[in-house]
């Protein structure tokens, strides 16, 4: 199994570009992945874009009521901020990839049409994809970032994209959400700043995500503490620091919670642990 390493871009910490392009993109990471029935993540939710390119296998995305295939050769765009549970029955081989794609006006563009998406690829493009390697050459990346720009201009409609109901006016809460995540976050506080009480903004929240706002803002944290696991050699302490835990025994009681292991037993099997296979979603 090979890993895909791009630039070094922070997902966490915002970037502002001075262009007149209608939109920007930021790659995260890039890998070619393949698992057997272990690839089963019940409670995914991500700032990023997620795009799937199947190669082979029986997986499924599901999110709320809608449950969608992976099927071989086609492209699955799951958008940031999407709720959404994956599987597979024996086998999934696929390349993952986490991106922006933003515009100067702040459509974040995926986000606003707030579904998940297929598309069918030519196996020629899905080969070529895999065998680049952008980071490891200024001509591959370029060739990647290319390649995958065609992939997501397939999901674009002639129409500019249209808010989904409810999921535009929570836009601005979410994203102050994002960028002041922590264990301390007082979501009741933003929800007073943004014009909601706290059961109102419950029930909107539970409209677009089925889950309540605490639930989100934890489970968002969790998954960007996984990525800080994946991408980083912070120590535990570090990351409990970063995200404003007491100490490392509170950011690995809080984890343990939510995911099952403790954060060094995460860490090791991400990792490749003793057989090479690494738990990525």
Request: proline letters at 6%.
């Amino acid at each position: 199994m090979s890993q895909l390493c791009l630039q070094c871009y922070n997902p966490f910490k915002g970037c502002d570009y001075l262009t007149d392009r209608l939109f920007s993109l930021r790659l995260v990471q890039a890998v070619f992945y393949e698992n057997d029935r272990h690839w089963n993540f019940p409670f995914n939710l991500y700032p990023f874009h997620t795009l799937y390119l199947v190669e082979d296998g029986d997986g499924f995305v599901r999110t709320g009521n809608t449950l969608i295939e992976l099927k071989a050769g086609e492209a699955c765009l799951i958008p940031a901020f999407t709720l959404f549970s994956c599987w597979c029955d024996s086998h999934i081989k696929k390349t993952y990839v986490e991106f922006f794609l933003d515009s100067p006006s702040g459509l974040n563009v995926f986000f606003e049409q707030g579904k998940i998406l297929t598309q069918p690829i030519p196996p020629r493009q899905l080969a070529y994809m895999k065998a680049l390697k952008p980071g490891g050459s200024l001509k591959e990346s370029m060739r990647f970032e290319g390649e995958l720009l065609c992939i997501l201009s397939l999901f674009i409609s002639g129409d500019s994209p249209k808010p989904a109901p409810g999921l535009a006016r929570l836009r601005p809460l979410l994203t102050e959400i994002h960028a002041n995540l922590g264990c301390d976050l007082q979501v009741s506080g933003l929800a007073r700043k943004h014009g909601y009480s706290p059961s109102s903004l419950s029930h909107a929240f539970k409209r677009v995500f089925q889950c309540t706002p605490k639930q989100y803002a934890q489970q968002l944290l969790v998954n960007v503490i996984k990525h800080e696991f994946l991408h980083t050699d912070k120590t535990i302490a570090q990351i409990a620091a970063e995200y404003r835990f007491c100490d490392a025994y509170y950011l690995s009681n809080f984890f343990k919670r939510h995911m099952g292991v403790s954060p060094q037993v995460y860490r090791q099997t991400i990792r490749g642990g003793n057989n090479g296979t690494r738990m990525v979603p």
